[in-house]
């Protein structure tokens, strides 16, 4: 079970942290990622880190902006997120990869979260 939370309504330049505690799996064995869904848009990758924690990536929209980490003690993966911005607005989902390299296809995370709703007002 992947249940996210931390998800608000925040102003334009404001900031929000995310959380994603996985539990029934062994988190340590699987690479994390974040994606969204916008309104009338099709879910997409944001970013994703490895199994230790050493190597991440990020979409360009939200590179420099967005900081993806994880606690292997606590089964947890975080996005930090700075700057947002009223295009950020979306609902936000973690998924679990059991895959290696940097993957970024929905298609390749395996476990996934309800989802928390992130609104930037402009």
């Known amino acids: 079970q992947l249940v996210e939370s931390g998800g608000g309504l925040v102003q334009a330049g404001g900031s929000l942290r995310l959380s994603c505690r996985v539990s029934?799996?062994?988190?340590?064995?699987?690479?994390m990622g974040w994606f969204r869904r916008a309104p009338g848009k099709e879910r997409e990758f944001v970013a994703r880190i490895a199994r230790g924690g050493t190597r991440t990536g990020y979409a360009d929209s939200v590179k420099g902006r967005f900081t993806i980490s994880r606690d292997n003690a606590k089964n947890t993966v975080y996005l930090q997120m700075n700057s947002l911005k009223p295009e950020d607005t979306a609902v936000y989902y973690c998924?679990?990869?059991?895959?290696?390299?940097?993957?970024?296809?929905?298609?390749?995370?395996?476990?996934w979260g309800q989802g928390t709703q992130v609104t930037v007002s402009s």
């Open positions: 998924a679990t990869d059991p895959g290696y390299g940097l993957r970024t296809r929905v298609e390749e995370y395996d476990y």
């Open positions: 029934g799996r062994t988190f340590s064995n699987y690479a």
